[in-house]
């Protein structure tokens, strides 16, 4: 298997996208930090994205969404967390929340915690699968360890044999990946697990505003 190549700018990729992820295919995606692979948030798929990435179980996999109704749906967003997706979402932030108990998605999203890492990007095309198809699971286009592709050639030289599709977008608008901030373990706080694409200095400003 090879990956097929398809433009973001063709209204039938989109279409052949959903396809794939409704078969439990992982296919690669653009958005504005770094190229993309997703699967829909089932155990099976899940397993076969980690599979694919090469990755550890223990780490997670974040999901991306459309909006922050999404997010309250799975996920018990704190004050804290709410004013930091008040102020970076749509953006290069990914918030570890609480899942909520009845939430039915696999425990290898959080790595076996009772959290979930969720990102709203801005990006049309990762949204736009959001909105049809609910969040998507998803990790950095690249084998785990290596450096992450920022470019649809990128993805294909690296993962081709590993994908059903490609959504080529061009080169990435951002090219560092997200900042993640932990509001699950404080609920009262935020803890920046990993400094990226939005500075750390401005997670802090915005965390600590009364």
């Excluded at 994205?49 to 991306?64: F, M, N, P, V, Y």
Aim: proline share 7%.
């Amino acid at each position: 298997m090879t990956a097929r190549l398809l433009s973001a700018a063709d209204p039938a990729t989109l279409d052949a996208a959903v396809a794939a992820l409704r078969a439990g295919e992982v296919i690669a995606l653009p958005t504005e930090t770094v190229y993309g692979v997703a699967v829909l948030p089932t155990q099976a798929a899940v397993e076969r994205l980690i599979e694919t990435k090469r990755r550890s179980t223990e780490k997670g996999i974040q999901l991306l969404i459309d909006s922050t109704d999404q997010a309250r749906a799975i996920a018990r967003l704190s004050p804290v967390a709410e004013r930091l997706a008040n102020a970076f979402w749509p953006g290069g932030l990914t918030l570890v929340l609480a899942r909520r108990e009845a939430t039915d998605l696999p425990d290898l999203l959080g790595g076996g915690r009772p959290t979930l890492g969720l990102r709203l990007p801005d990006h049309d095309v990762p949204r736009a699968l959001a909105r049809r198809l609910g969040p998507l699971a998803a990790s950095s286009a690249n084998l785990s360890g290596l450096p992450a592709a920022l470019s649809a050639a990128a993805v294909f030289d690296a993962m081709a044999d590993e994908l059903t599709l490609i959504v080529d977008d061009g080169p990435v608008r951002g090219g560092v990946a997200s900042t993640v901030v932990d509001c699950a373990s404080d609920p009262l706080g935020a803890r920046i697990l990993r400094e990226g694409a939005i500075p750390a200095s401005d997670i802090t400003r915005v965390a600590s505003e009364d």
